[in-house]
């Protein structure tokens, strides 16, 4: 059975400091790997998308992912209050849409 | 209306009601989905249609129906709850389901209360 594991947190980073979250995966067969942030009461949204080796950018948000050890990680860079959610990164399940998620990382910004 | 959209956003009913939730997405796509959010569980995928198409059960109890009249538009009624039931009910969408890079865009989901 495919899991994802996270640490459920809390992860606390003071302003300005750099967060990373991190995800590792059961299944070496998965090709696509996601990030949401997910505000308390709200629906998750998609921070970034990840599918080959390496690191991908996108402002403060830098998504790094290794297929060989299974896992992808999350930085973000000068933190913000604004940026306390919980995150989430599912990865795609072989050749179907499926999304498995796990618990997610609850990050708390402090100003 | 933009993205995916969905009504109610906060339902309460008792036992032996029947209501319905609906979703309906803006952005063009073929497959859309109903997802499952309880309390410090993970996300739990309930239902799948494709071009119309259920393509996914994942043994869900029978009191919750789906409907999917075209693809844009997707339904979840609801008759005999639990208290169980109780949730945040997410309802999302993609490019297709049979492509592993899509990307699933969320609606702001329906909280629902069973007493």
């Known amino acids: 059975q495919k899991e994802v594991e996270q640490n459920s947190g809390p992860l606390s980073v003071p302003e300005g400091a750099i967060a990373s979250l991190n995800c590792t995966y059961s299944?070496?067969?998965?090709?696509?790997f996601f990030w949401y942030r997910q505000y308390s009461g709200k629906s998750p949204e998609l921070i970034m998308s990840?599918?080959?080796?390496g690191d991908k950018e996108d402002g403060r948000f830098t998504a790094q992912l290794n297929k060989a050890s299974q896992y992808v990680s999350l930085l973000i860079r000068d933190s913000q209050p604004s940026d306390s959610a919980t995150y989430l990164c599912?990865?795609?399940?072989?050749?179907?849409?499926?999304?498995?998620f796990g618990q997610g990382t609850t990050l708390q910004v402090k100003p | 209306e933009t993205g995916v959209t969905q009504t109610p956003r906060h339902l309460v009913m008792g036992m032996t009601n029947k209501k319905s939730l609906k979703c309906e997405q803006h952005?063009?796509?073929?497959?859309m989905y109903w997802y499952k959010q309880s309390a410090k569980k993970p996300l739990e995928l309930m239902f799948v249609?494709?071009?119309?198409?259920?393509?996914e059960n994942n043994s869900v109890p029978s009191r919750f129906s789906p409907e999917c009249p075209n693809s844009s538009h997707l339904f979840l009624h609801l008759h005999t709850l639990q208290p169980e039931d109780s949730a945040l009910y997410l309802c999302?969408?993609?490019?297709?389901?049979?492509?592993?890079?899509?990307?699933?865009?969320f609606g702001p989901g329906t909280r629902l209360t069973v007493l």
């Open positions: 999302a969408s993609s490019q297709e389901w049979d492509f592993s890079y899509n990307e699933q865009f």
């Open positions: 299944d070496r067969v998965s090709q696509s």
């Open positions: 990840i599918y080959s080796n």
């Open positions: 599912p990865e795609g399940s072989g050749n179907t849409g499926k999304l498995i």
């Open positions: 952005l063009g796509h073929n497959a």
């Open positions: 249609y494709n071009f119309k198409e259920q393509t």
